[in-house]
């Protein structure tokens, strides 16, 4: 089965680990216990 859909270029594919990476360094980060499923404040 081929995915040449799915396949990119060199180039490509750094600029999206960079994207990638930028996006995740400009996140805030959550605090622990708020990122716990049962832990959650209602509104």
């Known amino acids: ?13 750094v600029a999206r680990r960079e994207a990638a ?5 400009a996140t805030p980060p959550k605090r622990q216990k708020d990122s716990k499923l049962g832990r959650r404040r209602k509104p």
Request: charged share 35%; hydrophobic share 20%; glycine share 0%.
């Open 1 to 13: 089965m081929s995915d040449s859909h799915e396949t990119y270029t060199q180039e490509e594919t």
């Open 21 to 25: 990476l930028k996006r995740m360094l």
